[in-house]
């Protein structure tokens, strides 16, 4: 068919939502003609994700300063001047506008047009600037980024790890992963699910799943029967309605190792560009050290939270399966820390290491420059 009509010059409208019911359409028909059904399986995953998310996360800081500067600075060359104290090359020289994170793993300048928002082109910056009237001074801009960064990362809100059974699961496509909910009565529970991105989904050997859910993150309810009762839910109400169907506990699951992959991404492109000892060296040892300390205290608090589970179900005779499956995931986050906390251990030892041999080779270097300089 011609996707416009020749008529009315009208363009064939369709939404993702019809694009997946004709899909299923198309699966139901195959299947009683015994044609072969296309997989439609997951095609991205959780660890997918955050693997990107760590290789790409410069071009989220870069739209985080510009947004920043839009009410920081007052014209184009303030902008430009306030960017480079934040650690942003701004380069207006050329076509286009480009962006580049100085001191990082970024070796590919950005375009401004590739950032996809228009408030973020020159022509839309210099607009904006004119309307701000007070005026900062560069220092006074630097410190008020590393506040609002301060107050951002303790406002980081943790992902909830909780495990999905097959049996839970209705089904499963490229981009989601429908999962059966417990909302209403029990004739329409087999109807409704929520709509979870394969970005935050890990499928396990054994056929179930690892989810991961922020409690602001909106999930879709689709109620299939009741299509009027579809709605929004957000992430901490999805949780708690699985932890209710199931008996899965959830996790709450640290990001330290991603975090880690980034602050040495940062650190061996500095090794290999062979860059002074600077800031950057010493930015990256605090944050591995922050990293081991908030590791550390999450172990322990989880160890108090065992405890007082256990002393809480003591009394029962026979724990019921519920207490057990807790237990049981208590102790497999506890696990998983206390191999995190080691892995910092061995990236801090790795990081003291690479400095003491960086200083050994600029002591040797400047020896060597002194005893060939040429004598007056």
């Not at 994170?101 to 970024?106: A, D, I, K, R």
């Not at 801009?141 to 990362?153: A, P, R, S, Y």
């Not at 709605?231 to 209710?244: H, S």
Request: include cysteine.
């Amino acid at each position: 068919m011609n996707a416009t009509n020749p008529k009315t010059l009208k363009k064939f409208q369709q939404s993702k939502s019809q694009l997946e019911e004709l899909k299923e359409i198309s699966d139901v028909i195959s299947k009683e003609y015994g044609c072969k059904i296309i997989d439609r399986s997951l095609k991205n995953s959780h660890k997918k994700y955050q693997v990107y998310l760590a290789k790409n996360s410069y071009r989220k800081e870069i739209k985080s300063k510009i947004k920043f500067l839009l009410s920081h600075a007052n014209n184009w060359n303030d902008f430009k001047n306030k960017a480079t104290t934040l650690g942003l090359i701004v380069d207006d020289k050329g076509k286009y506008t480009t962006y580049q994170l100085s001191g990082t793993s970024q070796e590919r300048k950005v375009r401004d047009r590739s950032l996809k928002n228009q408030a973020f082109m020159k022509e839309a910056i210099s607009e904006r600037l004119k309307e701000n009237e007070v005026v900062y001074t560069e220092s006074e801009v630097k410190e008020l980024w590393e506040d609002n960064q301060t107050i951002q990362d303790k406002e980081q809100e943790t992902e909830i790890e909780m495990l999905i059974e097959d049996w839970q699961v209705e089904k499963e496509t490229a981009d989601y992963l429908y999962v059966n909910i417990n909302i209403g009565l029990e004739r329409e529970q087999r109807k409704s699910a929520i709509k979870i991105p394969a970005r935050c989904v890990d499928k396990l050997e054994n056929g179930n799943y690892q989810v991961f859910l922020k409690k602001q993150d909106r999930f879709y309810f689709v109620d299939s029967k009741n299509p009027e009762n579809n709605k929004i839910m957000l992430g901490k109400t999805v949780a708690k309605n699985l932890q209710n169907q199931s008996g899965s506990v959830p996790l709450y699951s640290n990001n330290a190792k991603i975090k880690l992959k980034q602050l040495f991404n940062e650190f061996d492109f500095l090794i290999s560009k062979g860059l002074d000892f600077d800031t950057s060296f010493e930015a990256i040892g605090k944050e591995l050290e922050q990293t081991y300390y908030q590791t550390e205290s999450i172990l322990e608090n989880l160890d108090k939270k065992i405890l007082e589970y256990v002393e809480e179900n003591k009394a029962y005779a026979r724990p019921n399966t519920r207490i057990l499956k807790t237990i049981e995931n208590l102790q497999k986050e506890r696990a998983d820390l206390h191999k995190t906390l080691k892995q910092v251990e061995k990236e801090m030892l790795y990081y003291d290491k690479s400095v003491d041999r960086y200083e050994d080779y600029q002591q040797e270097h400047t020896k060597n420059k002194s005893q060939h300089s040429p004598r007056l």
